[in-house]
């Protein structure tokens, strides 16, 4: 099971995806900036997620639209860009943030529900409907809005976060039907893997799936009398 162990400053854990868009290479250089400087900022603001969680969700989003944009106007790439999905574990909660269309599920009793936004503009006839918010969204055409859904811990809870290239060939229906399925985490993920690229896997395939789970600690000398 993916799941957090004791790391200080009362256990704050993150898990996050990116799917690059704009173009093979400026996608894939959009994500792997939004991702650094996710890591820079956790690594220097923990003490922030734990204490302020809704005001690390906006500033760390700032930081990495910023980070992309910056790269952007500094090269003269007009559109380049980069999805969002984001679990954040204080030890009261989680926090789910995202921006563009990778999703968010979170799973209760074999029962699904999607807890992220599609942040996309109508529907098209043709192609996929342009996105309205993603991290490379410059600042003076629009305001970045990232969607934000707050869990309290229960032990069992499942959240799925993943890139489109899961969610245009899975349902709903068969994304929960494949995370009800008695096995362990990584055997759950390898499925939910092989049934997108059997469906035709026309996108980058990105899988993250935690289970929220009790952790035993031994009781110290003091504790055993």
């Known amino acids: 099971r993916d799941q957090p162990r004791s790391r200080g400053l ?9 799917d690059g868009m704009g173009g093979e290479s400026c ?15 956790y690594n220097a603001n923990k003490r922030m997620l734990r204490d302020m969680p809704e005001d690390f969700i906006d500033d760390v989003c700032e930081k990495m639209n910023q980070a992309v944009c910056r790269y952007g106007t500094e090269h003269h ?13 204080t030890p009261e909660s989680m926090f789910a943030c995202n921006l563009g269309d990778s999703r968010i599920y979170f799973m209760d009793g074999g029962k699904l529900q999607q807890i992220s936004t599609d942040h996309v503009f109508g529907g098209t006839a043709v192609g996929k409907a342009p996105l309205t918010q993603y991290l490379g969204l410059p600042e003076e055409l629009q305001r970045l809005e990232p969607s934000v859904t707050e869990i309290e811990h229960k032990e069992g809870y499942r959240y799925l976060l993943c890139s489109d290239g899961v969610t245009d060939m899975l349902s709903d229906s068969e994304i ?3 995370l009800s399925q008695d096995m362990e985490i990584p055997e759950i993920v390898n499925d939910l893997l092989k049934n997108a690229l059997q469906k035709g896997g026309r996108d980058n395939v990105t899988i993250v799936l935690c289970e929220v789970c009790l952790l035993y600690t031994s009781p110290s000398p003091r504790d055993r009398g």
């Open 27 to 41: 996608g894939e250089i959009a994500a792997f900036l939004a991702s650094e400087e996710f890591g820079k900022f």
């Open 176 to 178: 929960e039907a494949i």
């Open 10 to 18: 009362g256990d704050v854990y993150k898990r996050q995806v990116f």
């Open 77 to 89: 790439i007009w559109s380049m860009g980069s999805t969002m999905a984001m679990l954040l574990f």
